[in-house]
Each structure stands twice: as C-alpha cells, then as structure tokens.
C-alpha cells in the first residue's frame, strides 16, 4: 500500500510539474495607441517607464503589424490567426442594443488552443467579436472567465452602467452626472486577482485595456492627468456643460488627458509584472505587449501633438504605416535574451502558429501566419513572409499588401476594384511620401494579382462591388 501510494504520488507530481513547466502567457493590448505613442518607441512628452523596462527586458519589434487599422477585425485577426482577406469579422458591424456581429460559433481561437494546452484562458477588457449570448460571446470561444465590456461600442464610455462577468451583466453606480467607478480599474483589479488564484496552473491571460481610446475620460483628481496639466501648461478648451451621453465625452483638456490615460495603462502594466515577481513567476510568463490599430484622433485626441504616429503617415482607419504598424514588445526573463531590437516583418495572425509551437499544439486550421519563436528565442531558421496583406471595409474600403520592401495600397476598392495601386519602397521611404508605381509596373501588377487572391468575399462584410 505504502508503494501504491508512493507512485500514485509520484504521478501526480510528475503532471503537475509538467504542466507548471509550460510558460503561462499574458497577452496585453492597448486600444487606439500609436507606434510613438511610448518612450522606448520615441515618445517625448508622455512617460512610459513600465512599458519601456519590459522592452528593456525582453524584445522591441519595429516592423510588426496589427491585423488591420481598426478594433473589431484586427482582434478577429488576433484570435482568429488570418489576415482580414480571410478572417471572419472584417468591420465595425454593430449589433443594437450591445454587440458586434459575432464570431462563428465553430471558430479555432487563440483561447481554444490554449484550453487544448491544458491552460487556464481568462480576458479582461474589451471584446467586440460577438454580442451577449451570441455564439461570438468570449465564453463560447474558449475562454474560461470573461470580464469588462462586451460590447466596444460600449467601451467608448469609461464609466459605463454596466460590465460582464461572463454572461451575467454586473450593475454599476455610474451615471451620466455621478461618474464613480472607473472601468479600467475594475478590469485591473479582477485581473490582479485572477494571477493570484491560478499561480499553480498554466494559464492565457488576455488584458485588452480600453486605454488609451476615447472618450478621454479619467476618475475625479486622477495624479496622472493633474500632473500632465501642469507639463503641458494646458489651458482648458470650452466644452458642452451637462454631457448628453451621445458621441464622446468632452474632455476640455484633450492633452493631458490623452498622455494620462497612456501613463495609466503603463502603470497597469507594471502591476502585472509586480505581481508575477511577487507570485514568483516572472521567469515563467511570456509577456506580450502591443496595440490593435494605430492613434486615433476622436474625442479631442491631437496625435500629431505627441507625434502618435512616429512620423509614419497615417492614423487609425488607414493603411499606411501609421494606421497598422505598431509597437510589439515581447518579455520572457531567462528565455529572450534582454535588450534586443528586431526588424522582422511580422503580423497579428502570426501569434496563433507561434503559441503552438510554444504550447507544442497542433495547429486544426490553416493559418496565414508564420511562428515567430525562432526569432524570440534566438533558435532555429526564422520563417519569412512573402507577403502581408490588409483590408479595411469603411471609407469606400481599402487593400494594402507589404513585399518584402513594397507597400502597395489601393484606395476606394467599393467603387472600383481595379482603380490604382500607389507603391511605396519603405527602404528609403518609410513615411510613403513618394508613389513609385508608374517606375515599376511589374511590382504594381504582382501586388494586383495578391490583392485578388487574398481577398475571399464575405456577405457579411462585402469589400468588392464589381468583379476582377
């Protein structure tokens, strides 16, 4: 009995080590932040120390791209590992009263492979890829606890009336006149919570902070926001008293509150590595940090004041480098070796190969990505793109597409879906200030033909309205 006992013992520790031994990963995604929006990216005005010692400690990518230029299909692409020619959710389609057109319900989704891992899959923040009890919903997507903003619509508001708890709505004090519970920091302090109950088990963590998004809304007397008033020396904007709840909220001190809610945001990220250190689990957690489309200039917002953009042309809603490149900080103490810069050319729909092949998974579907862990870990023959492609289903819709150093972007494809391709050598042309296309027509017509093959109608989120 005593030998029984001994190996089933045995056993047991051998599984649970086993399973500790996989890294746990903390998927961090700011919403609307700019490639130059963080002082390891160049920022000058608004300070980032959190943020910056994570790229300190780990890897800085600086041509790695969100899966489009705005919320809702860049995070289908995130989860979905396709570019937005091929992912099911391509658009802002809003659902009323809350919701987005929702994720099919048979989707493979970073957080059902990491449940096939044996992982632990949590989200905190926004969601937008599927309404409450819609089979988009987080919680019929793999993931185990959901909690904060179904609907990203709704998360234009941060002191919202309600958040869920997987699909139970939670009622907050919040009115339009009396704005007392802030969401981000409930967000935060669930998250804070999950780290602590699952520290003896794997797990997926996916932070989507609504920060730095508009409105530009922060609590009463926030120190952030007073202190950038005062760096600034800015003077209030006249703004419309008694706000009606439609549109933004008015924020008479755009500026500061802008830089505010980026230093916000780094200091939830400093939380989250204060808590792996204190748990003991710093060198087990891969830490990834990013944004889903590039600034935005709503509710105030003056990106061009903080050069959001890192001089890149473009902003939120645009194909050029400005709209979709943006900042890509990956940290694993022990494993990625401190201190590095990479000029590797990646995309969203690359993490889901690069997590199995972390998770050792088989991958069920076909992915439009390539694993970046040989670059991570500095082992093996990294796997280069032949080329990015990109849609984007608003303002008369666009197509762009990255070769290596051609960028070809194609305006207005819902009136013509043939109409001309500017081409960019991002070499020596980063900011896109020179169309090259009549010098080279042989490249025009090669990003044509992908354009064609890469983009796979959808009735749901049609680009095309004539044929090839």
Request: charged fraction near 20%; aromatic fraction near 12%.
């Amino acid at each position: 009995m005593r030998i029984y006992l001994f190996t089933v013992l045995l056993v047991l520790a051998t599984i649970h080590l086993s399973a500790r031994q996989k890294p746990n990963v903390i998927f961090i995604l700011a919403d609307d932040m700019g490639y130059g929006d963080l002082g390891c990216y160049g920022q000058q005005l608004i300070e980032t120390p959190n943020i910056d010692k994570l790229a300190a400690n780990g890897i800085r990518f600086t041509q790695f791209y969100a899966g489009t230029s705005v919320c809702a299909p860049s995070r289908a692409s995130l989860m979905t590992g396709l570019h937005t020619g091929h992912t099911p959710i391509r658009g802002n389609h809003e659902i009323k009263p809350e919701g987005q057109l929702p994720l099919p319900k048979d989707t493979y989704t970073l957080a059902r492979l990491f449940k096939a891992a044996g992982y632990k899959t949590e989200a905190f923040g926004k969601w937008g890829l599927g309404y409450p009890g819609s089979e988009g919903d987080p919680v019929k997507q793999g993931i185990d606890q959901f909690y904060g903003y179904n609907c990203q619509r709704q998360s234009h508001n941060f002191f919202p009336d309600h958040l869920w708890d997987n699909e139970k709505r939670v009622e907050l004090g919040n009115t339009l006149s009396q704005q007392t519970q802030y969401a981000p920091e409930l967000i935060q302090k669930q998250a804070m919570s999950f780290m602590k109950a699952n520290q003896s088990n794997p797990f997926f963590l996916y932070l989507a902070y609504t920060l730095p998004h508009a409105a530009l809304q922060l609590p009463k007397n926030d120190q952030a926001f007073e202190y950038y008033k005062k760096k600034f020396k800015e003077q209030p904007k006249p703004v419309k008293e008694n706000w009606d709840g439609i549109a933004y909220q008015p924020q008479p001190y755009p500026h500061a509150a802008y830089a505010a809610m980026v230093s916000k945001l780094d200091n939830y990220v400093g939380e989250v590595v204060k808590q792996l250190k204190a748990l003991d689990l710093e060198k087990q957690t891969l830490i990834v940090f990013t944004s889903d489309n590039g600034p935005h200039n709503e509710g105030g917002n003056e990106p061009a004041f903080f050069n959001s953009s890192a001089g890149f042309k473009g902003i939120k809603r645009q194909l050029t480098e400005g709209g979709i490149r943006e900042p890509m900080i990956v940290s694993w103490p022990g494993k990625i070796k401190a201190g590095q810069s990479s000029a590797h050319i990646g995309a969203f729909w690359d993490f889901m190969p690069t997590f199995a092949e972390l998770t050792a998974q088989p991958l069920p579907v076909k992915t439009d990505g390539l694993s970046i862990l040989p670059v991570l870990l500095n082992k093996g023959t990294q796997k280069q793109h032949d080329f990015l492609y990109w849609e984007f289903h608003e303002q008369g819709g666009r197509q762009a597409l990255r070769m290596g150093k051609w960028k070809a972007i194609r305006e207005k494809v819902k009136q013509d879906a043939n109409g001309p391709i500017l081409l960019y050598d991002l070499d020596i042309d980063p900011k896109e200030r020179n169309d090259l296309a009549a010098k080279h027509p042989e490249v025009v017509k090669k990003a044509a033909l992908l354009m064609q093959h890469e983009h796979v109608e959808n009735k749901d989120f049609p680009l095309i309205s004539n044929k090839f």
